[in-house]
Structure formats: structure tokens, C-alpha cells
């Protein structure tokens, strides 16, 4: 059952066989306001809508660059629905080119779900979400590893047994991607996809990349991810490209080094390595190797690492280590 049809978001609003654009405002500078540009394809018929952000991590500006391809690519006339695709949830992040938002230093995905009489990012992230969960029937928050880590293409759900998350699995299947993370992690518990999803709205994050780079081809896993869920919702015409025997992945453990350094990747993202193994190396300015870093758990997803030779200070997050639960 989807919403009712007017989908509005700020000053965007759809239009029957069109795309339509305009800018939605989180918050305010000291001269004007805050705002993510907004652009949304409407089918000519009438049908549920799909909800699909970017950039709430300011440098992962892959998942803007597969909404506008897929947007150009639409046939409008026979789509049954809308899409909204959000350009910059976190626009002053955008802005600056950075992860966090710059005024405060907050990561804006971990405060969902918002406050909206709260510190700044908190009150971005709850316009956020009230206005996502007013017109959304599916949420996809697309990410990257940004300009300091790279990540494997990935989905990821938030598994909590609600009928949204089982709808979330079905979504997450139908990005194609042949890795899925059902997490329950206390960390990510202040995610969009953790608070939709205890909306009731089914919601799917994808990873892809990251390094500073953005190769066509990580843009083209976006767009088809996202129009693989599209095609799953009945948005957009075509058979669903579900992915059969997914990798199945649960809970996380974020790995930090002890000491500062180069960063030397052993092995690459979405590898899978045992208890112990050693996935990189810190090297000194003198080319010495001063530490090994070891996964803390197996089988084990690695689901992001630092991007190689980043100069890490000591107790930088450098990698991220999910228990693989069905190889
Ligand atoms: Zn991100």
C-alpha cells in the first residue's frame, strides 16, 4: 500500500510524467538556509514512492552521481511511482568535503532519529527523517568509503524481525549485490536505516567504493541498485534482479591501530579472513613496519578499510570486520 500521491519534499514537487527538481532546507547559516538539492521522477501512473539519499556523509558523492544516471535513463511514461532522490542529506558536509558536519563535528548518521530541538545535526537529521517517512514507502541511504577509506559493494539491513526488515531483505536483495549484512549492531542503532526501519518504512544502505576515486563503474553499481529496487517495488518496469544465494553477514567490530603511521592494506575489501589474520601493516617514516593489525574475529566480511598509505594517527578506525555467518 503506498502513500498518498502529492509527493512534495521542500520545494520539489512531482508532477505526473516528469522530472522535477528543488531543494529541501535542514537548518540554517548565519545568512540563509541549509539546503540538499532535490530532484524527483514521477511516473505517469500512480504508485508507491521510493526514497533515496546521498552524501549524508559529505564526501560519498557516489550514490548522487547513479541517481542523476538512473534518472536519465528513466522512461517516465511507463513507471508507476515516484523516486526521490536526496543530493546532499548533510549539505554543509557536502559543502566542505567532509564525513562530518563541519560546525560541529557530528556524524549526522549516528543521531536518528533526530532532535528537532537539538544541536545542529540532530536537527538536520530529524527534517530529515519526518519528511522521508511523510512521503517514503522504502528508504535506500546510499554510501561509499568517501576520500579516506574503500569499501566492497555491499547491502545492508537493519534485522530487528519487523515485517519492515523482512521487507528490508527483499529490498537489500534486489540491489544485486551478492553481500548482505543483516545488522543489529548498537553502533548503527542511530541510522536512518535502524530508525526508518522501526518506522515501519523497509530501508536498505548500500556501500560501494570510496578512496578518493570514482570510477564509472561503482556509478553504474548505484544506478542499478537503485533501479533493482525500483523494479522490486513495482516502480519501475522490468523483472526484479534478485540476488539468490546472497553472503550472508551479522555483527561488526570496528578495528583500530595503536600506533600513527602510513597505512599498508594486507589484503583487499571483501576478503575473507580468518580469526588473527593479518589484514595490514603500519609503516613509520623510516619504512619500518611498527605494527600488524590483525581481524579480531572470523570468519570475517572485510566490510571497509582504510584507503592504503592514509597517514593514520593512533586509534584511527582503519577497517571494519563482519562475522560472516553463511559463506
Ligand atoms: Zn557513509
Known amino acids: 500500500m503506498s502513500k498518498r500521491r502529492a509527493t512534495v519534499v521542500g520545494t520539489a514537487k512531482a508532477a505526473r510524467g516528469r522530472w522535477t527538481t528543488g531543494t529541501l532546507a ?27 539519499q546521498a552524501a549524508i556523509h559529505g564526501t560519498e558523492t557516489g550514490g548522487a552521481m547513479g541517481l542523476l544516471k538512473l534518472f536519465r535513463r528513466l522512461d517516465l511514461a511507463s513507471m508507476r511511482g515516484t523516486i ?11 559543502r566542505g568535503y567532509s564525513r562530518n558536519t563541519p560546525f560541529d563535528g557530528e ?19 530529524s527534517v530529515l527523517m519526518e519528511t522521508a517517512c511523510a512521503v517514503a514507502d522504502a528508504v535506500m541511504d546510499l554510501h561509499s568509503g ?69 570510477p564509472e563503474s561503482e556509478v553504474d553499481i548505484f544506478a542499478d541498485a537503485i533501479e533493482g529496487v525500483a523494479r522490486q517495488m513495482g ?20 578495528v583500530f591501530n595503536r600506533k600513527g603511521g602510513y597505512f599498508v592494506p594486507a589484503v583487499g575489501v571483501g576478503a575473507i579472513v580468518d580469526k588473527g589474520t593479518v589484514i ?9 613496519v611498527i605494527e600488524q593489525i590483525r581481524s579480531p574475529n572470523g570468519p570475517a566480511y572485510l566490510a571497509a ?17 563482519v562475522k560472516v555467518v553463511q559463506p
Not at 29 to 43: E, F, H, L, M, R
Open 26 to 52: 535542514l537548518g540554517r547559516y548565519p545568512d540563509g538556509p541549509i539546503t540538499t538539492p532535490v530532484n524527483i521522477a514521477c511516473g505517469a501512473t500512480d504508485g508507491p514512492t521510493l526514497w533515496v
Open 84 to 94: 526521490v532522490g536526496i543530493m546532499a542529506a548533510n549539505p554543509s558536509a557536502f
Open 107 to 125: 556524524n549526522m548518521n549516528r543521531l536518528f532519529p533526530g532532535n528537532a530541538a537539538g544541536g545542529h545535526s540532530r536537527r538536520q537529521a
Open 146 to 214: 568517501g576520500d579516506q577509506a574503500v569499501v566492497p559493494f555491499y547491502a545492508l539491513y537493519w534485522d530487528d524481525r519487523s515485517e519492515a526488515s523482512k521487507r528490508s531483505r527483499e529490498l537489500a536483495l534486489a540491489t544485486g549485490a551478492k553481500d548482505l549484512w543483516r545488522s543489529s549492531d548498537t553502533w548503527l542503532e542511530g541510522t536512518m536505516l535502524a530508525n526508518a526501519t522501526r518506522r515501519g518504512i523497509p530501508s536498505v544502505i548500500v556501500e560501494c567504493g570510496g578512496g578518493g576515486s570514482l
Open 235 to 254: 516502480i519501475v518496469p522490468g523483472p526484479a534482479r534478485r540476488r539468490k544465494a546472497p553472503r550472508e553477514m551479522t555483527r561488526c567490530l570496528l
Open 280 to 288: 595490514a601493516r603500519i609503516m613509520d617514516p623510516h619504512g619500518r
Open 305 to 321: 578499510l582504510a584507503r592504503p598509505y592514509l597517514p593514520v594517527y593512533s586509534g584511527a578506525m582503519v577497517a571494519e570486520c
